[in-house]
Every structure is written in structure tokens, then in C-alpha cells.
């Protein structure tokens, strides 16, 4: 007698999922191939209970570009596509999803219909595309509990609304780091990018002047994730560390999972999100420019030219980003000299260091010091700090670590 569909996946799934190696893999998808009941609504059944394994994730503290992070590092562009479609169909039965929430359309229609349709998608047999899934939903099974850093889709209507950054602001600031990345010219980049740290840091101070004076809801501080990937992961954990710092958050790198957690207020958050993205970019164009010069003296390049670089690039920043921001809380607190918030405002900025402080040890409470692998290429050190030097800030501060979880 036939299986059912039904049946048939599960038989899979006790061959493929758990299996260590691949044979069970292979003996697992030839099961969903040869299935007498249809590829239809086999494909049917394998989205459905897809569907319930990425929830298993949500509920294990992992995000939709958390887990596409993996997949694209672990499996190839088409266990991408069929993770976003298994998002998609999850992603259908929230009324709405959580800030920073990636949404995926569901573009197949009616579910029974899922399976051929990724056939003519993918231009793929059954048995290649059952062992695509599989390998998904294998990945999917093994994903461990991290530190969630947000409510799941699904979760009460009513959770308290973070303070974002006021829209014409978050505007100014990214018209501002667009210019810079778009500029060929050094010291306008580096005026474009120091007004932009400027305005974050003088949002924090304004936000610490409202607590002062009783304005605005509590808040309390939250954390999202930041993408940290190769190559020269080490180098872009420290700038990420240095851009959290300047804007009075904490960072905690996970190379194993190829992210940073940043754990600060809302704004704050928007703000680092925005400054690293801005400067990885930059620093990036910044070593292409200076690779092509070395090649043009004649010097080959290597990947220690660039790590270096990067290394130095990062060091650099982490000093000047700490000098704007320190200066914009100065030119704060002249401006509130004589007044009724003067007196309240370090310890409101206090108040906020500690309460990120006490957020960060709560989610990790055991983290470790990394050693970074040196930056060998004296050429790429010297021209990494010139493109800092070039594309931010001023003053010293003590070298921030980066921290391991």
C-alpha cells in the first residue's frame, strides 16, 4: 500500500534530518522523489513542516537575516531562495512583523501548487530539489538558543514602542554619510562624515535632556544584530566595536554566527547601524584606491595589505569617532550651562551609560577578549590610518577590544 504524503516526509525526515553524514541525506530526498502521491502535494507537506521549523527558530532567538547569514556561508543561492520561501510562508499568518523584521512575499500562490512552481523556478529535478530542502531544514533543526534581541512575530500588539531617531533627522544623517561614501575627495568626506557623528551624538544628549526635564516615555535600553562577515571579520568587529563605543553602546562579536550584538537605546542603535554600514563602505573604496596605487609603484598586494589596512582603518576611527561625539556632548552641556537641565544632564548620560552596561553583562555575562591577528603589511597600516584620518573625526581615546562572545 502507498504512503501518504505525510507519511512519506516523515520517513524522510527520520533518514535525512539527523543523520550525520549524507547518505541518509540522499536516501532521505529519493524518498520524497519517488512518492506515488505527486510532487505537488508532497511539496505541500515539506512547506508546511518548514513553516513550523522556522518558527522553532524565531523562538530560539534567531532572525530571518541571522539565518540567511548561515546559509549563504554554509549551502549555495538556492537553499537561499527556498529559506526565504519557507520566511514567506511563516511570515503569512502575522498581521505585522517586528522592527528590523525581514518580510518575504509569498509569490507561489496556493501551497499545493508550491512544489511545481519551484520546479520551474530552480529548473531542477525532484531529487535535487528534495535534497535542497532537506539540507535546509537540516540547517534549520541544528540552529542552537542565542540571546533573543527582540520580540518574535506573533507577540502582543501592545509591547512598549522604542524612541526612534526623529524622521528629518535619520534623513539628514543619511543624506549626509551618502555624500561621503559617493565623494572622491578625502577632506569632504571627512567633514560630511563628522557632521553626521555630530548629529547622532547631539540626539543622545537631546535625548538625555528630555529624561531630565520628565518629557517622553521611559525607555530602557535594546540590541539588535549587525552582520560581521568575511573576509577580514577581525578588522570589521573592531570598527563595529568603535562606532557602537562612540555612540555610547556595547558590542559583542560572535564569529561562529558571523555577527555583533549591539546592545544600546533604539536611536542610539539606528545610529551605529547607519555609521558602520557608512564607514565599511568608504574604508572599503578607501583600500581599493589604495591597492591601485601600490600596484602602480609596482608592489603587489596581498590579503596582509588589506587586513592591515583594515586593522588600521578601524583603530584609527575608534579614536576620532570618540572625539565628535565627545565634543558634541561638550558643546551640549555649554549650551545648558546656567539653565535647569544643566545640573541634570551628565548624571542623565551616566544613568544611560550604566543602563546599556547592565543590559549588556544581563544578555552576556560571560564574554572573552579576543587577540587580533597582527597587521603584518607596514604599507597597509600606513595607508588604513591615512583613510581614517581621511574620512573621520579627531582626538584619543584608550583602543577598544573586540569582544568575543
Not at 140 to 145: D, G, H, M, N, V
Not at 315 to 320: A, D, Q
Not at 321 to 329: S, V
Request: proline share 5%.
Amino acid at each position: 500500500m502507498s504512503k501518504s504524503p505525510v507519511e512519506t516526509v516523515e520517513r524522510a525526515f527520520a533518514a535525512a534530518l539527523y543523520a550525520q553524514d549524507d547518505a541518509g541525506l540522499d536516501a532521505g530526498a529519493s524518498l520524497i522523489a519517488a512518492d506515488a502521491s505527486g510532487w505537488g502535494p508532497v511539496g505541500q507537506v515539506l512547506l508546511s513542516r518548514g513553516q513550523a521549523y522556522v518558527r522553532q527558530a524565531w523562538e530560539r532567538g534567531w532572525q530571518p537575516a541571522d539565518v540567511l547569514r548561515l546559509v549563504r556561508r554554509d549551502l549555495d543561492p538556492r537553499h537561499q531562495r527556498i529559506t526565504e520561501d519557507l520566511f514567506a510562508a511563516e511570515g503569512r499568518r502575522y498581521a505585522r512583523l517586528p522592527a528590523r523584521w525581514t518580510a518575504h512575499e509569498a509569490w507561489w500562490g496556493g501551497d499545493e501548487s508550491y512544489a511545481e512552481q519551484l520546479a520551474r523556478r530552480e529548473k531542477a529535478d525532484r531529487f535535487a530539489l528534495a535534497t535542497a530542502v532537506l539540507e535546509v531544514l537540516r540547517l534549520l533543526i541544528r540552529l542552537p538558543s542565542i540571546e533573543p534581541v527582540g520580540p518574535v512575530p506573533g507577540d502582543p500588539a501592545d509591547l512598549p514602542e522604542a524612541a526612534h531617531m526623529e524622521p528629518r533627522m535619520l534623513a539628514r544623517i543619511r543624506a549626509l554619510l551618502a555624500k561621503a561614501e559617493a565623494t572622491n575627495f578625502p577632506e569632504e568626506a571627512e567633514a560630511l562624515s563628522a557632521k553626521a557623528q555630530e548629529l547622532m551624538a547631539r540626539h543622545t544628549v537631546d535625548e538625555a535632556l528630555l529624561a531630565v526635564r520628565g518629557g517622553g516615555p521611559a525607555q530602557t535600553p535594546g540590541a539588535c544584530r549587525i552582520g560581521v562577515e568575511p573576509p577580514y571579520e577581525e578588522a570589521k568587529a573592531v570598527l563595529l566595536d568603535a562606532v557602537a563605543t562612540a555612540n555610547r553602546c556595547r558590542a559583542v562579536w560572535n564569529s561562529s554566527f558571523e555577527f555583533s550584538t549591539v546592545v544600546g537605546f533604539e536611536s542610539d542603535l539606528e545610529a551605529v547601524e547607519l555609521l558602520y554600514t557608512s564607514l565599511l563602505v568608504q574604508g572599503t573604496a578607501a583600500m581599493t584606491r589604495a591597492e591601485a596605487g601600490q600596484r602602480a609603484g609596482g608592489r603587489k598586494r596581498t590579503k596582509t595589505f588589506r587586513q592591515s589596512f583594515l586593522l588600521a582603518y578601524a583603530s584609527r576611527l575608534g579614536h576620532r569617532l570618540a572625539e565628535t561625539a565627545e565634543h558634541a556632548a561638550e558643546a551640549a552641556a555649554d549650551e545648558a550651562a546656567g539653565t535647569a537641565d544643566s545640573a541634570g544632564l551628565l548624571p542623565a548620560l551616566v544613568a544611560r551609560d550604566v543602563a546599556v552596561g547592565e543590559r549588556a553583562e544581563e544578555m552576556f555575562p560571560r564574554t572573552t577578549t579576543t587577540r587580533l591577528r597582527g597587521a603584518t603589511d607596514h604599507a597597509g597600516w600606513q595607508d588604513g590610518t591615512a583613510a581614517a584620518d581621511a574620512a573621520q573625526m579627531g582626538r584619543r581615546r584608550p583602543e577598544v577590544p573586540s569582544r568575543r562572545r
